[in-house]
């Protein structure tokens, strides 16, 4: 017989409500007291369609899109005010063939870009770096 799950009401609640936030999905667990694997796990039996994990997973997304609009519209807001950071990093992230920064390593003819993440702390050094060049 399997375990219970540890998703409840309130569990559910917290992850949610920090991901409204900005905050990222491991953040979001550990702020509801849940190993990332355990979200990771819960997601992907939501998206299998499995309840009650279907339903919460269809309130991540909800929650990851109503964050990512409220740093869109920032972002944007700064585009049209000619902020050089913000155009290029939109125009990096969202243009990324023409305009994504382009790492190459050793098994990399250099020909095919490389992914890179980039911490919240990395990208603002970056803007700040680029503030001072443009």
């Known amino acids: 017989m399997a375990r219970p799950t540890k998703l409840d009401d ?4 917290k992850i949610v409500s920090a991901l409204e936030a900005g905050v990222s999905r491991r953040g979001a667990a550990n702020a509801a ?8 796990r819960w997601l992907a039996s939501g998206r299998a369609g499995d309840e009650p994990y279907c339903a919460f997973c269809a309130r ?4 990851e899109a ?3 609009r409220v740093v869109v519209d920032a972002l944007m807001v700064a585009v049209g005010k000619g902020n ?3 155009i290029t990093l939109w125009l990096q992230q969202r243009r990324a063939a023409d305009w994504g920064v382009k790492v190459t390593d050793a098994a990399n003819d250099g020909s095919d870009p490389v ?3 980039l911490t919240a702390d990395q990208v ?9 060049v443009g």
């Open 10 to 13: 309130l569990t559910a609640k």
């Open 33 to 40: 007291n849940v190993d990332y694997a355990t979200l990771k």
């Open 60 to 63: 991540v997304e909800q929650a």
């Open 66 to 68: 109503k964050a990512e």
């Open 84 to 86: 050089v950071a913000a």
């Open 115 to 117: 992914g890179v993440d």
């Open 124 to 132: 603002q050094s970056l803007a700040d770096a680029m503030r001072k």
